[in-house]
């Protein structure tokens, strides 16, 4: 048996991750951010020296990964979300990886877990799934003014790079990561403020709500 699972996916930087706080913090539930384990995975490989496309010593990072990694500071940078994007495409390191988000999404009473899969590979039983997308520049300037706070000689046009490179490394190939669920949501954000995305959200989750309860009798 599970709680109610709230499975929020998306690509970089469509503000998939402030609603998935937001959302568990409306319900109670606690949110884990899935992107921060691959991320964690790639710094500490990079920090033992090692190399971004070797799958075995990456795999051997994810099996010995400790939670307390993800409240690094270090896991928030832009390096490492290209190194979790490299990390992130080896089969091995999702299984290994997989176990711990499945035991999240399964936490009672209920469970919100953002990233790339987890309506399709992690909780396809999720009672309540929505894929949060925007347009390419609107998730660029998004990521931008928060990489500003750490780095503020980035710029614009490095970080939509970035950014474009990382949706192709999702979605590319049949086995990539990011997938829309045949039963979630689209939510597409780029014209809406946080609070309006939010407040969209909140609805898309309380009809899947109300199903899920009249499901349980
Ligand atoms: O959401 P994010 O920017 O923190 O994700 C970093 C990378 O991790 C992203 O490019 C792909 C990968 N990722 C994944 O493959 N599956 C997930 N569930 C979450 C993230």
Do not use: C, N
């Not at 402030?18 to 964690?40: F, N, Q």
């Amino acid at each position: 048996m599970s709680g109610f699972t709230i499975a929020v996916d998306g690509p970089a930087a469509s503000g998939k991750g402030t609603i998935a706080v937001k959302l568990g913090a409306l319900y109670g539930y606690p949110v884990l951010d899935s992107g921060l384990l691959y991320r964690a995975v790639g710094v500490r490989l990079l920090e033992s020296g090692g190399d971004l496309s070797d799958e075995v010593a990456a795999t051997a990072v994810a099996r010995t990964l400790d939670p307390a990694e993800l409240e690094r500071p270090e896991v928030r940078t832009r390096a490492a979300g290209e190194a979790a994007s490299r990390v992130a495409i080896f089969t091995p390191v999702r299984q290994v990886l997989r176990e711990f988000q499945i035991a999240f999404a399964r936490r009672e009473p209920g469970a919100v877990v953002d990233g790339r899969d987890i309506g399709t590979v992690i909780a396809p039983w999720a009672p309540a799934k929505v894929f949060v997308t925007a347009s390419t520049e609107v998730r660029a300037e998004r990521r931008w003014k928060q990489l500003l706070l750490q780095d503020e000689t980035i710029s614009f046009d490095d970080i939509l790079a970035d950014i474009r490179v990382r949706d192709h490394r999702d979605t590319a190939r049949a086995d990539s990561p990011m997938a829309m669920a045949s039963d979630a949501v689209l939510l597409d954000t780029s014209e809406m403020t946080i609070d309006g995305a939010f407040d969209a959200a909140r609805r898309i989750v309380e009809t899947a709500r109300a199903r899920w309860e009249q499901s349980l009798g």
